[in-house]
């Protein structure tokens, strides 16, 4: 079972997807009127606990006094994203080698801030959507479809064949995106600090693309730069 910790994500749950929430906890001194009567009005079951016994389904957690018990997270259907009629296309974020479940969480609240994306991860060697992750996502899970694949070539291919442009993130001999024009509907490719996008990926690129950074030689992590590249994407969109 996963737990979602806090107003703002309990909120948003309540407000989007109301259906997949088992049971909302409150601890008792906190106050939880607003979110009682939402729980109330989608017949989620709510309970008030002591402070003491709160305590005890917690660990060192800033909850806020509120605690939402959810089914697994439920992933998209590549194809449903796919075949998305033109004017609806979402751009595509698939992320090779991230393991950092900090980071992942970043990227999806990234993503539901800017909107009309969706992520792409693979099942091996990567980062799934935990706990952890959706707590630093603060309800942006919501919001953005997650597609969990078991190879991410096969993707590029279905998403090249569906009409996409596929961009791969480097540090280094890619188009500068202060003056390059992404071509839509668009496939962001986004490896790990440390990794980068696995070899195997490079060869299906249409073309890569960089971050300028003429200031110390230190690197962005993934978090940060996918930040940057969902909102020169955003921008080119409109």
Request: proline share 4%; charged share 20%.
């Amino acid at each position: 079972m996963i737990r979602l910790f806090g107003k703002n994500q309990v909120l948003e749950r309540l407000k989007t997807h109301p259906k997949t929430i088992k049971k909302i906890i409150c601890r008792q001194s906190s106050e939880n009127s607003y979110i009682k009567k939402l729980a109330s009005e989608f017949n989620v079951p709510f309970v008030i606990l002591a402070d003491n016994e709160f305590a005890l389904l917690i660990n060192n957690v800033n909850d806020q006094g509120v605690i939402a018990q959810i089914n697994d997270f439920q992933y998209g259907d590549l194809q449903d994203i796919l075949q998305l009629p033109n004017e609806e296309k979402l751009t595509l974020i698939a992320l090779s080698n991230l393991t950092d479940p900090q980071n992942m969480g970043s990227i999806l609240r990234t993503a539901a801030c800017f909107g009309k994306f969706s992520l792409i991860i693979p099942k091996h060697r990567s980062v799934s959507i935990t706990e952890t992750v959706l707590k630093v996502a603060c309800g942006g899970e919501n919001y953005i479809p997650v597609i969990q694949v078991t190879n991410l070539i096969p993707v590029i291919k279905q998403a090249k064949d569906a009409g996409y442009w596929v961009a791969g993130t480097v540090i280094e001999e890619g188009e500068n995106i202060t003056g390059f024009k992404f071509q839509f509907p668009l496939c962001l490719v986004i490896g790990s600090e440390d990794k980068g996008i696995r070899q195997g990926l490079m060869s299906h690129l249409d073309f890569k693309v960089t971050l300028p950074m003429p200031g110390a030689s230190l690197s962005l992590n993934a978090a940060v730069a996918t930040a940057i590249f969902c909102y020169e994407v955003t921008r080119q969109r409109r």
